[in-house]
T-cell receptor, first 114, second 111 residues
Framework: ETGVTQTPRHLVMGMTNKKSLKCEQH?????MYWYKQSAKKPLELMFV???????ENNSVPSRFSPECPNSSHLFLHLHTLQPEDSALYLC?????????????FGQGTRLTVV | AQTVTQSQPEMSVQEAETVTLSCTYD???????LFWYKQPPSRQMILVIR??????QNATENRFSVNFQKAAKSFSLKISDSQLGDAAMYFC????????FGAGTRLTVKP
């Protein structure tokens, strides 16, 4: 247990559904991240939040919508996804977004789009 | 842009032996940080070891050590006295302002 909790652990959704992934950290960190992990590919950084402000959006399709209501919570809202969006979605947090500190990861949400 | 290359999709090692996982990277910066993360079947990524680029001395953490060659942009991980619990995916990462990962190496430990 690294202090970062993701729910749900598994999610199956249809292409017309709307769902949300939740991430919670109580480590006192100021930066939170969403990564997409697909088989045999590098982790893809999707979004970076620092002090609840989005500081990076790596050309992610608009069907993925992040929300950071406070420094402890991060959401990823999903709508009209495609089968190729099936992957493991990892949330992480770090003390700050300067890049010199360790990132702590959650266990991920295994998403399957049918 | 930062890119990280792990040229070994899979590696295997006998228990108690030593194995080295390769990682090369590309960056235009002189100041950055390098990490090795482990992802066991439980899926939770755990930091194994980290190296500051401005430090010449190779980082060590118990049975884990790195060979950091800044000029060659190489950052390999050596695991000594391998244990069954070391079996996992290992990811190399570089960080300047945000963290970028390689595709990973799956390590199998044979009893």
């Amino acid at each position: 247990e690294t202090g970062v909790t993701q729910t749900p652990r598994h999610l199956v959704m249809g292409m017309t559904n709307k769902k949300s992934l939740k991430c919670e950290q109580h480590l006192g960190h100021n930066a939170m991240y969403w990564y997409k992990q697909s088989a045999k590919k590098p982790l893809e950084l999707m979004f970076v939040y620092s002090l609840e402000e989005r500081v990076e959006n790596n050309s992610v399709p608009s069907r993925f919508s992040p929300e950071c209501p406070n420094s402890s919570h991060l959401f990823l809202h999903l709508h009209t996804l495609q089968p190729e969006d099936s992957a493991l979605y990892l949330c992480a947090s770090s003390q700050d977004s300067a890049g010199n500190t360790e990132a702590f990861f959650g266990q991920g949400t295994r998403l399957t789009v049918v | 842009a930062q890119t990280v290359t792990q040229s070994q999709p899979e590696m295997s090692v006998q228990e108690a032996e030593t194995v080295t996982l390769s990682c090369t990277y590309d960056t235009s910066e002189s100041d950055y940080y390098l990490f090795w993360y482990k992802q066991p079947p439980s899926r939770q990524m755990i930091l194994v070891i980290r190296q500051e680029a401005y430090k010449q001395q190779n980082a060590t953490e118990n049975r884990f050590s790195v060979n950091f060659q800044k000029a060659a942009k190489s950052f390999s991980l050596k695991i000594s006295d391998s244990q069954l619990g070391d079996a996992a995916m290992y990811f190399c990462a570089i960080s300047e302002s945000d963290m970028r990962f390689g595709a990973g190496t799956r390590l199998t430990v044979k009893p």
